[in-house]
């Protein structure tokens, strides 16, 4: 799956954290409509983690998740 896969970038208990391959991987399973990617896509935006903040973006997928009642990205969006 490819969230897993950006998690495993992403995480540094992976012992092999790649911004840039996580950044390939979270939107390529938020696309898919995977909430949880979607999720964390936007906090990444949101945060400036992995990659530049872009607020445009992160409301983008935050707003999806929280449409399929994700709580988390609500209470981001909030």
């Known amino acids: 799956m490819m969230f897993e896969m950006g998690k495993r970038f992403y995480l ?3 012992g ?7 950044m390939f991987y979270f939107p390529k399973s938020a696309e898919a409509g995977y909430v949880p990617a979607q ?3 936007g906090t ?3 945060e ?5 903040t872009d607020f445009e ?6 707003t999806l998740a929280a449409r399929h009642k994700d709580g988390l990205a609500a ?3 909030a």
Do not use: E, M, N
């Open 75 to 77: 209470s981001s969006l």
């Open 44 to 46: 990444c935006y949101l």
């Open 48 to 52: 400036g983690r992995l990659t530049a």
């Open 16 to 22: 092999v954290a790649d911004p840039l391959l996580a």
């Open 12 to 14: 540094p208990s992976s």
């Open 39 to 41: 999720r964390v896509l």
């Open 57 to 62: 973006k992160a409301r983008h997928w935050l």
